[in-house]
């Protein structure tokens, strides 16, 4: 079998929105001890006002409707920020085009929602805790420093992107001013059922392996490729971490 045209061709497939309904049966994931989804859903519910930060394509935070009168949602990656406002502006939802991180300030005013959604995307604690109205939630699902670090090993580099430690945001988000009222940390396993689902895979998320290529990292690859002829499974460890925090009345 050519494995490496069947790479390249991985390789070359588009990837847009935050959706990865592609990797159904290609790869397999523990279940995370808490439900994101749920949580979220049932705060919406209960909002006068919402932001999603990062919203990607709006895939996931399209199911939490139906939503308050005020409901907004940020993307600054133009292709996933056409595909949320295609998304979400016909359910009543604002859709802005904004980076978040960890410094800068938002387009928002002070006390203007009562719930901030974040999942995986960057946030800065002091702003969210500004944005939010007295007793305003803060829920956020994040990714874990040691996520897919054994996968990462495997090409010989490290991750660009340190993320931070559940303890420090912890502290972070207390030092702001808010009350951290559950905060949860999690490790399990993924499970790649070849090698060009990681290859898609890494395409998909480059900050994992900065500027991976099929022809850059061959010899990688082909590593992998010799791992699973041998019968063993390509299981790496996956990390989260789970916050909700409340803005002091």
Do not use: C
Request: aromatic share 12%.
């Amino acid at each position: 079998m050519n494995y490496i045209s069947e790479w390249k061709k991985q390789e070359k497939r588009r990837f847009s929105g935050w959706t990865f309904s592609y990797f159904k049966n290609k790869m397999t994931e523990d279940k995370l001890p808490w439900n994101y989804n749920t949580m979220a859903k049932k705060l919406v519910k209960k909002s006068n006002s919402v932001l999603d930060m990062g919203t990607g394509g709006g895939e996931l935070f399209s199911t939490f409707r139906p939503f308050p009168k005020h409901t907004v949602a940020t993307e600054g990656y133009r292709p996933n920020l056409i595909l949320a406002k295609k998304r979400l502006s016909k359910m009543g939802v604002n859709v802005t085009d904004f980076s978040n991180s960890r410094t800068r300030k938002m387009p928002f005013s002070d006390g203007e929602f009562d719930l901030v959604l974040n999942r995986h995307d960057a946030f800065n604690s002091n702003e969210v805790f500004r944005i939010l109205s007295d007793g305003g939630v803060f829920l956020t699902q994040q990714v874990g420093r040691d996520n897919l670090k054994d996968l990462v090993k495997k090409f010989d580099t490290t991750s660009k992107y340190r993320n931070a430690t559940l303890n420090s945001i912890k502290k972070e988000l207390e030092k702001a001013g808010f009350t951290v009222k559950d905060a949860r940390e999690w490790k399990g396993k993924v499970e790649f059922k070849d090698v060009k689902t990681i290859v898609y895979f890494l395409k998909a998320i480059p900050w994992i392996v900065p500027g991976f290529s099929v022809d850059k990292n061959l010899h990688h690859l082909e590593k992998l490729q010799s791992i699973m002829d041998s019968g063993k499974w390509l299981i790496f460890t996956q990390h989260r971490y789970l916050i909700f925090a409340q803005k002091k009345r």
